[in-house]
């Protein structure tokens, strides 16, 4: 699972004119995952069902 901040410097993924991101392949707003044990949220496309990591 790469991160939010190497896929956006990679063109995995975009952001769009109100800085919501954006999976570069599907051009769809990604859906949160939140777990309040964990540090990290996870963010998934749900259309190709591919994941990021964003430390919060």
């Known amino acids: 699972m ?3 901040r190497k896929a956006l410097r990679d063109g995995e993924l975009d952001k769009d004119t109100y800085d919501r991101l954006v999976c570069g392949e ?8 939140n777990d309040p044990d964990q540090i990290k949220t996870v963010r998934i496309c749900p259309d ?4 990021w990591k964003e430390i919060r």
């Open 48 to 51: 190709c069902d591919e994941e």
């Open 2 to 4: 790469k991160s939010v």
């Open 26 to 33: 599907c051009e769809k707003p990604l859906k949160t995952e």
